[in-house]
Structure formats: C-alpha cells, structure tokens
C-alpha cells in the first residue's frame, strides 16, 4: 500500500493507533531522523536551540530542534515572557521554507539585457566575487559622476542588524533613498497614537486584566502582531471580558467575539465618534483620568456645544473641544446610516465599553485605518482608550514600554566625503514630505517614507532617476497595491541586486541575484519585536543549521564583501568603517572577514544585555555565551501611569483630544509649502478643514471606481498562514489554507455573500473576474454568510506567478495559483501617515461569472 496521507491514516485507524489505550514500539512516522530506534528508549535524538520567527512583526523567541544537523521541528521559546514560551503555526511553516528545493542556491546574474515578465533573464551561475565587483562597478560610477543619490537600498523584513546595510551603508555611498517596506505594513494606526500620546510604534494590550476589548478590523488570533500571547490567554479573556470585533468579514476573532460588527468598509471612523458621542452624553467617560465640569452636571447633550470653562481637565486636552467640534452631533443613528451597524448595537457596545472603564481597551489595527483617511480614524481610535481612562492604565493599552538596553552603531561621521555629503542633501525619490503626501512621523514632514510612490518617482523620473538598487527580503512588484506599475519600473531601472531566500516576482527583473539565509535557521542576528504581555524584549537568532546552499548574511557580510569590492577600486571608506570602528566587547579584536563583522556587530549591539556589570532593569545574563543560549531577554513588567501628571510627551504634555501636537506638525508642513493647513487637507484628499484638523473626527470613505460601473466593494484580509506573504511555497500552506474562515485548501477564492451571487447569477465555486479601475484577476467564487452583503473579501498571499512550483500552478509558463490583491487595488495612500491604502475598501470591484 502506497504510503499518503489518506492511507496513514486508515492504516493507523487499522493498527489502533487511535484506540483507547493503544500502545506501539516505533512512531510511523519520524520525519527527517534515521534514529527511530531511539525512541525505544526515551533518549534525546537532537537539542533545542534559540532562534526567532520572523513570520510576523511579533518576532517571536522559539526554539529549534536539530537532529543530525537538521531543523525538525519549533516551539516557543520557554524563557520568552512576550509570547508565553508559546509559538504559532507560521513558526512551523519555516521548515518548509528552509528546505524548500526552490531556493536560491548561489549568485547569478542575469544575460537577457532586456526586462519584462515576458522575458526570461536567462540567469546564470557567477561567484560571489564577480557579484561584489560588479557591484562595486555601478556604484563607482555614481560616484564618478557625482550621483550618489540615484543609489538606493530597499528593505523588506530585517533584523536589528539592518543598521548596517539599511541605515549606514547608503550614507556612507551618499544617498537619502534607503527605502523600507514600513508604510506598506502599518503606520496609520501608529498616526493615531502619536498625535494623542506622542507615540509612535505599536502597542501592546493588558488582555489580563481587562473587562471590554472592542477589535477594529483587528484579528489578533489570527494575524496581529501578538498571535501566541493572545491564543495563550484567549480562553481567560473570554471567560471575564466582553469583546466587539468590528470587521465586513467574519474573521476568527469576530466568530469568537460576543458582538459582530460588519461595517461597510471605510466607515470605521463613524463608529468611533458614535461611541465617543454616547461615553459622554450618557457620562460614562472616566472622570478621574478625563475630568469633569466644575458644578457635576453633564452638559454633554446632543446638538449643543458646551463652554470650555465649565469643564476642568485632569490628564487630558481638549475634550470639550472635541465635543464642540466633532462629536456633538454625531449620534448612534448618524453613524448607523454610514456604517451599515445598527443603531442599538452601537448604543450597546458604547455603553458596555464605557462601563467597563478604566479596563477597556480600544485595540486599533491596519484593517480600519489603513484606508485614504484613515489616519482620523486611528486617531478616534486611541482617544476612546483616553476617554475611558485606560491608556496607560491597569487593564488597558500600553504605547511604550520598558527600555532593551542597547548599544548603537558606532558614528559615521568620519567616514562620509564631499560626494557623499552632496548626495545625502538630495532630495528624497519617495515623494514623502510633498504638500500631498504629509507622511508625519514623529511630527516631521516627510518623516514616514512612503515605499510605493518609488514606483511613480521612477516610470515619471520624479523627482529623478534611481540607477543602482540593492534590495533584500522584499518583493515590491507583489506586496504593493498597483502591481502592473511596479512591473514597468523594475523594467526601466538600469540595474537591481536583489539580495532574497527564493526567487520570486521581483527577481524576475533583478541584474544580480544574491542567496541569503533563512532568519530562523542559518544566521545569528539580534531581533527586536513588538511589545507584549507587558514586556519588552530582544530575540537571539542562532545558526541552527549549515546551508547547503552558498549563502551569505545581507544585512553584514555582503556589506563587508562590497566594502572590499570598493576597496580595490579607491574607495574605502566602507570597509574602514566596519574594520576600525567595530570591535569585540570582550576581547578587543576588530573584523577581518563578514563572518566575524556578524558576530562582533551583534555582541556590540547586545553588550548591554549579557554583560552583568551594565545596570539593567530585567533577566540577568551571565556572558555572551548564555544570551545566545537563552535565547532572550526580558525587560520587568511594564509599570503602568509612567505618563500621567504630565509625562505624555505632546505639546501640552497630557492625553490629547485636541492635539497640539498635530496643530505645529500640519503648520510645519504648510509652512515648507507656503500654503496653509486647509491646503494641506485639500490635498491630502480629507474633506474637513479648520480646526477639526487637529481633533478625531470623521471623514467618509474613498473610493475608487464609479459605483454604477464597479458596484461591490473590495475588502482583503490576512491569514494566519501568512510568513509575511512568503508562504506560499509550501504545501502545507496550501493544504491548511482552509483554516481561514470561508477560504478553501489548494485555492484561492473571493468571499461572496450569497444575497449578492445571487443577484448576478453565481454559483459557488464558479470561476469569476473580480475587475477594477486598477486591474483585473480570476478566481474562484465562495458563497459565505460571513461576508457583508455588498462587499467581496478575499484573502492576500495567492496569485504569484514566478515564486515557486507550489505558489505558482505553471512557473515556467508564469501562470498564477489564484489572484493577487494588489493587482486590482489601486496605489493611494492615506496621505497624513504615508502608510499605503491597503484597507478600507478604497477599491471598487465588478465581479462577472468567466
């Protein structure tokens, strides 16, 4: 018998492997072990080492089993406090990526001059020291002729060591256009926070202690930064708090929530003023944080605007001016008329929320403000955790945390020249800072870099020409909304090294190819991940196995290599920077090659941690060696009210509704614009001006494409399957992709509701055209109830075309499994964080029956 899946299983079911008290001398299976007859004796057959997934932005610290030189198998790391010592099943999937025969298995170089997915590259095998050198060539020649700028290095997925070849490197050449694929990933939740609490980054949550969590477009079992730490304590959270999961699909978390809200996309923001609305007309808002009026009597009251002096503060700004300005009229049934959520499900929520306080969280996330004017959205967001007291409070969100004492790089002052100089003071490609493109990180214009405008400054050569591109860990042409633009400025960039695990969309059009190892199994390198469970953390990536594959690290030993390559060429000023500048903590000694550059940069940066004479607030770490071991340190607990009494760090130093903050940020910008803050909303596509610019309020949904001709709304979603997009690969991925809710294995389908199929004649499983003014795919159609009536929703992660012989059905022939979103999602941005509009339903859809 022909040993598969369906037969293993009925031969288990035959031997009575599922029986009651059945017993067996050998596993059936032992996968990737000769060593079956250890088992016998309950002996070890390998050792754990640490290392960190990097599937998500939760960077979780797990552990490795190696066997005979082999990975065989992940779990949590039982030392890590963030994650519970618990992983998930992405974790799992990097076996199948670190072993997958598609990889990139030495550099190469592409003969075909010609770039197009038409064409074949007609890659063929070259040396590491032909790459550097040709390498070193195109960015001599930019020196040359004084166009350092038209440098640029693009980064996807990176570790803390990505200071190097991201941060250092294109200052030390002289270039402004290191490019990371940030804005593509987040941002606009992180606008909302920051111009209330003067905090950018994401935030971790107090699910322990907390009585209400309402998700904004969140699925946090499934996809949101903090999966193990909130599958650990999902079973507690639900058994004391209530939760509302507000999403157009019926995701995991919304299916195990008390409340479902299925909001028309983009209309988020209307249910947050609502709820803000109903907190204080029915004085629900949590008084010894907020405050209350003078004389105890709510003037709060629909419709009427309220005198600023009759309200004293205590931690916050500006309430009574976001009343007056944005919420007075904004009543339950205003917002159910925009939503789609009936007015007595908000009226409950709001109120459930409101009395749970001060131990209620407001959870933001990518789904509802990832949108054209999301960034309002997050901002109403983060300011209900303000009005129920819960921001920096026992039972609620926590933006910040216990400091991970590390060293910085050392300075590169020293080694920039005159013709890197010139060249940083260039104007940035990105396009970031422009009247229309705000993109305010940490109150500066321009401060967030937009990735997919690079696309547009390089077809339109705006603001100039990029010529040399080093790229890693990345694959633009799929990850961006408006594919078919990418495609077209890969093929006119002269020349590209794409530094990547596996050859995908993006090295179709590289001129270098460069194999790197897989972060979880054949590199060391610290990791710093989100905060979570109230602790902070670094992660150790240990070199679990050797590569049979001739790799190189990218984030150090390339660098080193083409600081070499520069060398010979009469630039040094590279290689003099790492040579000189790094050295071992313990012993003195400087690099001499990228294998010791790896390892000294990395105690460098972790010295602090494993060196127990540094003072520190967390584990205690006995040397280098046992870091490495341990595979992680944790900061204490974060201790809460570290901001109260005037610590929030925005311009009036409290919680702000009125944010004085983005007031002298919008200024700053008009200013370099010489145009006035109403021009900049104008631009950046908002539809309010004045003073609401500077408070929470709600901006109706944008949409692409005319509602006669595209009728439907497009909505994507995430899977919990997804490495950050790089799954697809595997065959377990495909095999377990019905895990997702209404998705299905081995395909890729668009979620229906079954009241819209049958209005334009489709049948479940029939192939479909889902088109819009952006492009068009084909996929198969599911009806399911879980879909908002009037919206399709379709998972991202299928649709590559020139990945794998897995993620592609025909890779020779470049035919897709399935469809990718970002084919058909139009490049816009919700312009005030930069971050790109992947949510919200900004795209409208027609969907025809092939």
Not at 440 to 446: I, V, Y
Request: glycine share 8%; with cysteine.
């Amino acid at each position: 018998m022909k040993l598969n899946r369906r037969n293993f299983l009925k031969a288990s079911a035959v031997t009575g492997l599922f029986a009651a008290g059945a017993t067996q001398t050998k596993p059936v299976l032992n996968a990737f072990s000769t060593k079956t007859s250890a088992s016998n004796e309950n002996k070890e057959q390998g050792e754990w080492i640490a290392s960190v997934c990097q599937g998500c932005t939760a960077w979780c610290a797990v552990q490795i089993y190696r066997i005979d030189g082999r990975a065989t198998k992940v779990r949590g790391n039982p030392n890590a406090k963030a994650n519970h010592g618990h992983s998930c099943v992405r974790s799992h999937l990097g076996l199948q990526q670190v072993y997958d025969p598609d990889r990139v298995k030495q550099p190469m170089k592409r003969t075909n001059p010609n770039k197009g997915r038409d064409e074949d590259p007609q890659f063929v095998p070259i040396s590491w020291e032909e790459a550097m050198d040709t390498i070193a060539d195109k960015i001599m020649e930019l020196r040359d002729n004084n166009e350092t700028h038209k440098f640029s290095v693009w980064r996807g997925r990176y570790t803390a060591l990505n200071g190097i070849l991201y941060g250092n490197l294109p200052k030390i050449i002289g270039t402004p256009n290191n490019v990371s694929h940030s804005s593509i990933c987040a941002e606009s939740e992180k606008f909302g926070r920051y111009y209330t609490e003067r905090y950018w980054g994401y935030a971790d949550y107090d699910h322990a202690n907390t009585f209400y969590e309402i998700f904004w477009g969140g699925d946090p079992i499934a996809s949101n930064r903090q999966v193990p730490h909130t599958a650990s304590i999902w079973g507690d959270l639900k058994g004391r708090a209530k939760l509302a999961c507000i999403d157009p699909r019926l995701s995991t978390t919304a299916a195990k929530s008390d409340e479902w809200l299925p909001v028309i996309p983009g209309e988020d923001g209307a249910l947050a003023v609502a709820i803000a609305h109903v907190l204080l007309t029915e004085e629900l808002w949590y008084k010894p944080f907020v405050g209350d009026f003078k004389d105890g009597v709510n003037r709060f009251v629909e419709g009427e605007t309220v005198d600023e002096e009759e309200f004293e503060e205590i931690q916050t700004h500006g309430v009574v001016k976001w009343w007056n300005l944005a919420l007075k009229d904004k009543t339950p049934a205003w917002a159910a008329e925009r939503s789609g959520i009936p007015e007595e499900q908000i009226y409950r929520v709001a109120r459930d929320f409101g009395r749970a306080a001060p131990k209620a969280i407001s959870f933001s996330s990518p789904g509802s403000s990832m949108a054209v004017r999301g960034g309002y959205t997050a901002m109403a967001q983060a300011a209900l955790n303000g009005l129920v007291g819960s921001a920096d409070n026992e039972g609620g969100v926590i933006c910040g945390g216990e400091s991970v004492p590390i060293n910085d790089f050392p300075d590169i002052e020293n080694y920039i020249d005159e013709i890197a100089e010139q060249g940083n003071s260039m104007e940035r490609v990105d396009h970031g800072g422009r009247l229309e493109l705000p993109a305010l990180k940490d109150s500066k214009s321009g401060g967030v870099k937009p990735t997919n405008t690079v696309a547009d400054a390089i077809n339109n050569s705006d603001p100039y020409d990029l010529k040399v591109v080093i790229s890693y860990w990345n694959n633009f042409n799929f990850s961006n909304q408006g594919t078919d633009r990418w495609d077209e400025a890969l093929a006119k960039l002269p020349f590209m090294v794409h530094l990547t695990v596996n050859s995908a969309e993006q090295t179709h059009f590289a001129d270098i190819v460069l194999p790197v190892p897989h972060s979880q199994f054949e590199r060391l390198s610290p990791v710093r991940g989100s905060n979570g469970n109230l602790h902070t953390h670094l992660h150790m990536q240990n070199k679990i196995i050797d590569s049979p594959f001739d790799i190189k690290i990218d984030e150090t030993e390339i660098p080193w290599m083409l600081g070499e390559a520069l060398e010979k060429k009469g630039f040094s000023n590279l290689i003099d920077y790492f040579r000189n500048e790094f050295a071992d903590p313990e012993t003195g000694k400087h690099p001499e090659n990228g294998e010791e550059f790896n390892e000294i940069a990395t105690k460098m940066y972790t010295q602090p941690l494993w060196d127990p004479s540094v003072e520190k607030e967390g584990d205690t770490i006995d040397g280098w060696e046992e870091l490495k071991r341990i595979g992680t340190w944790n900061s204490i607990p974060y201790r809460f009210r570290q901001k109260w009494d005037g610590n929030w760090g925005t311009e009036t130093g409290q919680f702000e509704f009125y944010s004085e903050t983005l007031k002298v940020a919008l200024q700053e910008h008009a200013d370099k614009h010489d145009a006035s803050i109403d021009d900049v909303m104008e631009a950046a596509l908002q539809t309010e001006r004045g003073e609401l610019a500077f408070v929470p309020h709600y901006e109706p949904a944008y949409r692409v494409g005319d509602e006669n001709e595209y009728p439907l709304i497009f909505s994507e979603h995430r899977s919990k399957l997804n490495r950050e997009g790089r799954s697809a690969n595997g065959t377990w991925y495909q095999e377990f992709k019905n895990v997702d809710p209404g998705d299905e294995a081995w395909d890729d389908v668009a979620k229906l509701n079954p009241i819209d199929a049958k209005e334009l004649g489709i049948k479940n499983g029939d192939e479909v055209k889902l088109t819009t003014p952006t492009g068009s795919i084909t996929v198969k159609a599911k009806l399911w109830e879980g879909t908002r009536p009037g919206v399709v929703t379709k998972c991202f992660g299928q649709g590559h075309w020139a990945y794998g012989h897995i993620a592609s059905l025909d890779k020779k022939k470049q035919i897709a499994r399935g469809g990718n979103n970002n084919t058909i999602l139009a490049p816009v941005h919700e312009a005030m964080s930069g971050s790109g509009a992947r949510h919200g339903g900004q795209t409208r859809v027609r969907v025809e029956k092939v």
